[in-house]
């Protein structure tokens, strides 16, 4: 028996691999299935099952495209009505796959169709299982994703409690808990950096698996301090639900390398976005004028589906052109099919051809400092709200980059600002989206907070109550 975990950082996501003898599953994938299929090739293994813990709000998965190349089955638990084939399995049935058999067990409450899949070993010993969205290390997923018709968010939570208290916390001490995501993931709250752990760790450190907690104090805690969804949520759950496109036509299209005047033209006259994916430092010293940052190497595609609203939208694409296919694949997972290729060339290539660009202002930490300590600054805080509460710069005002398309009329574009976020690269992409609206005097704090902290500018954790000037 084998089980191998496939984390992606970019979304806080493990897909898992599972075989026994020349049979394997999949749990979870992500939108390209190449890498399943070529896995179990290297192993000499069919791929006989894909397994989905629930539809999938943060991204696209890739069992349909899997299914096809493979003639694997798709299975999900009760509860789920998707417009393509699938086995919905009943709570309690069980695979075989190889020597080793996995149990269906419908834990209701993040989604009504979640479900966590227990692996039995080759000696019938319940040795680990593939919890989704309902059990996180550190926490459990949030009740507030499927709400509909009078199913309400508390009703979900209430769902989740005797889900965790009935199928998995009556489970030994010793079963293996691999969830769906870690760190960083908008599917929970509080989740841990470690991406699994026992189960009999989880009982007695997970807050929300207290044996003594009641139904109650459940439903309060694990809805108390969500913050909205990002926006491309339900579109993905939606993609998730639907017989979604595999990623090659995607992929074809996407890294197509596109000179100075198509690429041009499609940015001015078809709409289409640009988005650069270098780094912050290249970006703030020259860019094409108009175009968004977001830096492949960072929580890029999420931020997209954050930011960008419509999941047709054209992207054009700046980056080096050997992470073409890397930036069109990340964009894939989360439902942005419609790009049409990056700047050949680069902005070298741009600039020869005669073309303006633009540059963006950061100053150091210690330039901030000075300039603080004279007065009069505008300071715009774009972490996250609880981020903000914890410890923030004084008089600072908290415009949290997640909202900052609802929030625009909150600024004046006759107004100075100075932009920070944690270390840098969130707040050049809100200085980014302000500048291509028309905000020419945003300035950027390098470093973000965490090189404030290093200066003597005064910070505080008291929620000031001031407005945007």
């Not at 493990?14 to 179990?40: F, Q, T």
């Not at 500048?435 to 005064?458: H, L, M, N, Q, W």
Request: negative net charge.
């Amino acid at each position: 028996m084998k089980i191998e975990q496939i984390y992606t950082g970019c979304l806080a996501q493990g897909a898992y691999y599972i075989e026994s003898d020349g049979e394997a599953a999949i749990v979870d994938p992500l939108r390209e299935s190449g890498p399943y299929v070529e896995k179990a090739d290297k192993e000499g293994a069919k791929i006989k099952y894909i397994f989905e813990t629930h539809f999938h709000a943060d991204f696209v998965s890739g069992h349909v495209d899997l299914a096809s190349k493979t003639g694997a089955k798709i299975v999900y638990g009760p509860n789920a009505n998707p417009k393509y084939d699938i086995h919905e399995a009943k709570d309690g049935e069980e695979f075989q796959l190889g020597k080793v058999k996995i149990k269906v067990l419908h834990t209701p409450g993040h989604t009504m169709e979640s479900t966590t899949f227990l692996l039995i070993d080759e000696n019938g010993k319940e040795h680990a299982i593939f919890s989704g969205d309902t059990l996180f290390i550190g926490d459990v997923g949030r009740p507030d994703l499927a709400q509909k018709g009078d199913i309400t968010q508390e009703d979900l939570a209430g769902f989740l409690y005797d889900s965790l208290r009935n199928k998995i916390m009556t489970l030994p001490d010793d079963v293996i808990v691999y969830p769906a995501h870690g760190a960083g993931s908008a599917c929970g709250k509080n989740m841990s950096k470690e991406t699994t752990d026992l189960l009999g760790n989880q009982k007695k450190n997970n807050y929300a698996l207290r044996a003594d907690m009641t139904k109650e104090e459940f439903i309060k805690e694990v809805t108390d301090g969500l913050l909205p969804p990002p926006q491309y949520f339900a579109q993905n759950v939606a993609m998730n639900k639907s017989d979604v496109k595999g990623i090659d036509e995607i992929l074809e299209r996407g890294t197509v390398a596109l000179d100075v005047e198509t690429f041009e033209a499609m940015a001015n006259h078809e709409g289409a976005l640009v988005i650069d994916t270098r780094s912050v430092h290249d970006f703030s010293k020259e860019h094409i004028p108009n175009s968004i940052f977001i830096g492949i190497d960072g929580s890029f595609a999420p931020w997209v589906g954050a930011l960008v609203p419509d999941l047709d939208q054209p992207i054009v694409f700046l980056c080096e052109e050997s992470r073409a296919e890397e930036v069109v694949t990340r964009l894939s997972r989360v439902g942005y099919d419609n790009t049409l290729g990056y700047l050949e060339g680069g902005l070298e290539a741009w600039k020869a051809a005669g073309k303006e660009t633009d540059s963006l202002q950061s100053i150091s930490a210690d330039e901030f400092h000075d300039k603080f300590v004279k007065g009069g600054l505008n300071v715009l805080d774009v972490r996250k709200p609880g981020e903000f509460k914890a410890e923030h710069v004084e008089d600072a005002i908290t415009f949290p980059l997640d909202y900052i398309n609802n929030n625009m009329e909150q600024v004046d574009k006759d107004t100075e600002y100075h932009i920070h976020c944690a270390g840098g690269y969130r707040s050049m992409i809100a200085a980014s989206i302000l500048k291509a609206r028309g905000f020419e005097k945003v300035i950027d704090v390098a470093g973000g907070f965490t090189s404030i902290k290093d200066t003597e500018v005064p910070t505080t954790d008291y929620v000031c109550p001031s407005t945007l000037k």
